[in-house]
């Protein structure tokens, strides 16, 4: 099946894309590396009126640094990440989870901010971003605004974007060099969907801990306040509260107890690479 009929815009500048979406009234859909869109416009799971590709766009494949956080432009591919060709404040976490999306091929399309944008539950961003607690820069033709991962992905495909908006840069803070990082997931074969996937941030200097569960059908599920390691912060492969993190995957409803354990397992592979 090939995609329905649509017309295509590929504008020259920022200013010319959000004219374009501004008088679209919310019909047009962004395509950034066309991973994800290409393959729902084949099967018509998708049938937009206009198409706006930005992806040829050098403001959004920008990358800079602002104090002490990393500001990456939307359009910046897996693919340049993975090799290492923006700055990394994250201690090689941004590569490792840019090496795992996926194929190379699909890798060196995609973007980050398309990814975000897409909101799918199994997307690595999606959990990885939402861990480092980076925040997402929405831009329409008058203003622009910023909100963190949790807030801008509202659930499965569902994100805060309005019509007129696009994603333009996700802004990343700088890991301590004390801060550790532990990352997992679960999928039949490389390189496929994943069906359960989970990331630990663990900040001792900071006293803090976040986790994320990912790869459900609901917003990602994310605690903040230790309780899954007993209220602190060392020792978290002992204090794992396991009885804890099932009940919350209930409440988020995973009612399936084999789909219960998979998620379980990959936070507690999770939690013992964090706790290294």
Request: aromatic content about 4%; some cysteine; overall charge positive.
């Amino acid at each position: 099946m090939k995609a329905a009929s649509f017309a295509y815009e590929r504008p020259r500048s920022m200013s010319d894309a959000l004219a374009l979406l501004a008088g679209a009234d919310g019909e047009a859909r962004i395509m950034a590396g066309g991973q994800s869109l290409g393959p729902m416009l084949n099967l018509r799971l998708m049938q937009p009126p206009r198409i706006v590709d930005i992806a040829g766009l050098a403001e959004l494949r920008s990358v800079e640094r602002d104090g002490d956080a990393l500001v990456i432009g939307a359009c910046v591919t897996h693919a340049n990440i993975e090799d290492g060709r923006i700055p990394d404040v994250t201690h090689g976490v941004l590569p490792r989870i840019a090496r795992g999306i996926a194929y190379r091929a699909v890798r060196n399309r995609g973007t980050i901010g398309g990814s975000l944008s897409h909101a799918d539950p199994a997307a690595d961003w999606v959990t990885t971003l939402a861990a480092l607690g980076a925040r997402v820069r929405l831009t329409n033709s008058k203003a622009q605004r910023d909100l963190v991962v949790t807030e801008f992905v509202q659930g499965a495909l569902q994100t805060a974007l309005r019509p007129g908006e696009l994603v333009t840069a996700i802004r990343l803070p700088s890991l301590s060099t004390t801060a550790r990082f532990g990352y997992a997931k679960a999928c039949r074969k490389p390189g496929e969907f994943a069906h359960a996937m989970a990331a630990v941030l663990i900040e001792p200097d900071l006293s803090r801990s976040r986790v994320v569960i990912g790869a459900i059908d609901t917003t990602p599920i994310v605690v903040d306040d230790s309780s899954l390691f007993g209220g602190a912060i060392t020792d978290v492969r002992q204090r794992f509260d396991r009885d804890l993190a099932c009940r919350l995957l209930m409440q988020a409803g995973v009612s399936d107890p084999a789909a219960r354990h998979i998620h379980l397992t990959v936070l507690a592979r999770a939690i013992t690479e964090a706790a290294a």
